[in-house]
């Protein structure tokens, strides 16, 4: 898996003989959670931006240090390109995907919720909002609007001039403020939101739900073709509650739902007989829950096992 490779990738484990790391090593160590996180929000896949690291660091220690004024920018310049050159091979994939893509959910730490912007930035709501752009105004939404690259650097990294960046920029910023949730919703209210929608769901509790799922809340299920999931987005509170309650049922002692953080946000997690079956993120808008994404396939739970480090 993803997470597998990158323990072999070269330079996350010091240099050879117990010498200590060398420069070109150090420098791809320091940036690594950064540069997962550039790959990973363009391409919405855990296991996808791994291989764009290896990629990354094959290329980065070809590159003869001494040229090199800013190393992190150098790093992102690579990391980009290979994340755009998998991209556009990934759009090809996902047109035969079975039923709806969904991003691969990643376990993570508090401290990426206590960065609003880089929660926002990988929430499953926001990398759906991305998946709509077109390659390149993803990667330089992302370099701008995430991580505050300046124009030229993020020039550099697209092969275009600062002033079609300034542009494109422009468009894919329109393009994802008319798509993006609009209502604020504080911690405390996604959490009163997420423990009655765990209550009703866990009961079977039809009424609960309805009290708790906006009108027009979407419900997207990805199994992959793997597992069984809705094949179409479901949406309307009345048929979602109904597809929950009648899904998830009384909840038993072999069958439990559980409150995780995925991708910086409040989800549940669904396990049957002690093994992780759904995960289920949340996107909420004004103390009601506007969007369900259930993950069922397999091959994009692995990252579910331990915690990511995101960084900025």
Known sequence: MGNERSGRTAGSDGGAGGAGPDPATEAFVAHRNLLFTVAYEMLGSAVDAEDVLQETWLRWTGVDLAEVRDRR??????????????????????????????????????????????????????????????????AVFVLREVFDLEYGEIAEAVDKSPAAVRQIAHRARAHVA???????????????????????????????????????????????????????PVVGADKVARLLAAGFGRLTTDRSLQPTQVNGWPALVLQLDGELDTVLALRFEDGLITGLYAVRNPEKLSRMERETELRR
Do not use: H, N
């Not at 919703?185 to 079977?204: I, M, N, Q």
């Open 73 to 138: 920018a150098y790093l992102v310049r690579i990391t980009t390109r290979q994340a755009l050159g998998r991209l556009r091979t990934l759009g090809r994939r996902r047109e035969s995907y079975v039923g709806s893509w969904l991003p691969e959910p990643l376990l993570t730490a508090p401290d990426v919720a206590e960065d609003v912007e880089l929660a926002d930035s990988v929430s499953m709501a926001m990398l759906l909002v991305l998946e709509t752009l077109a390659p390149t105004e993803r």
């Open 178 to 232: 008319a798509r993006r949730p609009r209502g604020t919703v504080s911690p405390a209210e996604t959490r009163d939101a997420l423990d009655a929608f765990r209550r009703a769901t866990e009961t079977g509790d039809l009424q609960g739900l309805l009290d708790v799922l906006a009108p027009d809340v979407v419900l997207l299920g990805d199994g992959g073709g793997i597992k069984q999931a809705v094949l179409r």
